[in-house]
């Protein structure tokens, strides 16, 4: 059938985008790649007829050629869900802002083939100060840091104009294994749950079903202490009902860690919970708040968390492989976290979902998550101004103890802040919005420019993440902002670094 290696993947496409993600930008790639390699064959063939010797060399490579390359990305698809077209011109792509794809301009393309000469994606990224860095070179210095600092696993993602322009993986999900960490590998998400947890919660605003400014407990018709525990631990809040503090509390409390709950109840001497601060005067960061806030959705909405998820964040974004609860399907692939010697630690398959800490996804579903904040997805523009608003000013040396309760002026600079579910902090290139997981053998730190349309995602499955995560936001990003020694992102060069 004349035409048939471009039509055929193009109605399976057009039918089956919809579906998922993967299907939507693997076809893109495929067409795009038919499209081009026809147009090379019409090229080879005139080629045979103008040019002697050569022409015929050029025209009997293409056809085997392409061959090669289908097969070998049927198998690679098969295998890690991932596929890689060269030669592909993007006559067929996503257009910006509105994550659909255009099947006209297909068409538009195919009309103007031989009139329009198309661009190949950038092989530079522009970062905050307008200077650019190769993607090579930024691949060689990551598998450099990667290697220098024992980083046994680590997954990249860059945006630029709010798409995803960069987007690697690199080491292993199971270092003893030599188990290659990919895309679509499940990974644990840690405290990136808070992000997002905080649109989610912001959904909920917009819908009506909360108030950012109303104490929680006016919304259930009994008090919080008085519900029997439906899960585990983390919902029951029997001890709170001496406490004199805790019907203070708000959403935004919640969201902006003034709640005045301790990080997790397992840390006070008596296991017990209790609200230690008046609560909305002092920034402390706590994970209790936001399953606080949580709990108080699921009694108020009917449905429990994951579901609020599914339906509110997960589906609209397409993140087909995210949960905040263990699921079937990641023990398919799934990465190990490791410890600093390189050792895995026994994963944990048997959470609740916690709004502030039980996340599962990938690589590639995060970025879809933060490309869609970059593009203002799921909440309106006022919401996301809200989300992203600073609530109180951070002037503590570090996030967490020992240095939490000194005082210091080292982040007076870029007015160090928190936000709703994420840290904030102004810069030359305008505000930065950004949150960090932290877990045994998971390393995560994530930040967005939303006035320059660019970002970074950084997740890694090793105890030495962290100690190269300043070199990599310089790199990669230019981001000599963020505040790296109040996350306590020391490098591990730094003590060679001083003797020198």
């Known amino acids: 059938m ?20 993967l299907y939507n930008s693997h076809g893109i790639k495929i067409v795009n790649f038919q499209i081009s390699i026809t147009i090379l064959y019409v090229i080879s063939f005139i080629s045979l007829l103008t040019i002697e010797g050569y022409g015929f060399l050029f025209f009997i490579t293409v056809i085997p050629g392409s061959i090669a390359i289908t097969m070998f990305n049927i198998f690679k698809a098969i295998n890690s869900q991932t596929c890689y077209y060269p030669l592909a011109f993007p006559f067929l792509k996503r257009k910006k802002g509105k994550g659909k794809t255009n099947a006209l301009f297909l068409f538009f393309g195919i009309a ?9 994606q950038s092989p530079t990224i522009e970062r905050l100060d307008g200077s650019a860095v190769s993607k090579d070179s930024l691949t060689a210095k990551i598998e450099q840091l990667v290697s220098d600092a024992q980083v046994h696993g680590l997954a990249i993602s860059v945006f630029e104009d709010n798409q995803i322009t960069f987007q690697k993986t690199f080491g292993f999900k199971n270092y003893p294994a030599h188990q290659d960490l990919k895309i679509h590998t499940n990974i644990y998400g840690a405290s990136l749950s808070k992000a997002v ?60 860690h003034t709640s005045g709950f301790p990080n997790w109840r397992w840390d006070e001497a008596d296991k017990k919970l209790k609200v230690h601060i008046e609560p909305g005067t002092k920034f402390s960061y706590s994970g209790e708040g936001m399953v606080y806030l949580q709990v108080v959705l699921e009694k108020l909405t009917g449905m429990n968390l994951e579901q609020l998820a599914q339906e509110k964040i997960f589906r609209p974004l397409q993140m087909y492989n995210s949960s905040y609860e263990w699921q079937d399907l990641f023990s398919k692939d799934f990465a190990f976290g490791h410890n600093s010697e390189g050792e895995v630690y026994q994963k944990d398959m048997d959470n609740e979902p916690r709004s ?8 590639y579903d995060y970025s879809l998550f933060m490309q869609g904040v970059l593009e203002g997805k799921i909440l309106k523009k006022s919401s996301y101004q809200e989300l992203f608003k600073p609530q109180l000013r951070i002037r503590s040396l570090t996030q967490f103890p ?32 950004f949150k960090e997981g932290h877990g045994n053998g998971f390393q995560h730190y994530t930040i967005i420019f939303p006035e320059t349309k660019k970002g970074i995602m950084i997740l890694s499955n090793s105890d030495n993440g962290e100690s190269i995560f300043k070199e990599l936001l310089e790199v990669a990003l230019m981001d000599v902002y963020t505040p790296w020694a109040w996350e306590n992102y020391i490098p591990y060069n730094l003590t060679a670094v001083n003797e020198d």
């Open 356 to 363: 502030a800490s039980t996340l599962e996804t990938t690589p």
């Open 197 to 256: 947890f905080g649109v989610l919660a912001m959904k909920l605003v917009e819908e009506g079903v909360i108030d950012l400014d109303t104490p929680l407990e006016s919304y259930l018709p009994k008090k919080i202490y008085e519900y029997q525990p439906l899960t585990r631990w983390h919902d029951d809040f029997s001890e709170l009902k001496y406490d004199s503090l805790y019907h203070k509390i708000t959403a935004r409390m919640c969201l902006n």
């Open 402 to 433: 020992p240095g939490s309760e000194q005082i210091s002026k080292a982040n007076d600079g870029i007015e160090l802040s928190y936000a709703l579910g994420w840290g904030v902090f102004k810069t030359p290139h305008g505000h930065a919005a």
């Open 112 to 120: 103007m083939l031989f009139s329009y000469p198309i661009a190949a």
């Open 2 to 21: 004349p035409l048939g290696n471009i039509l055929f993947p193009l109605f399976l496409w057009i039918h089956k985008r919809e579906d998922n993600e």
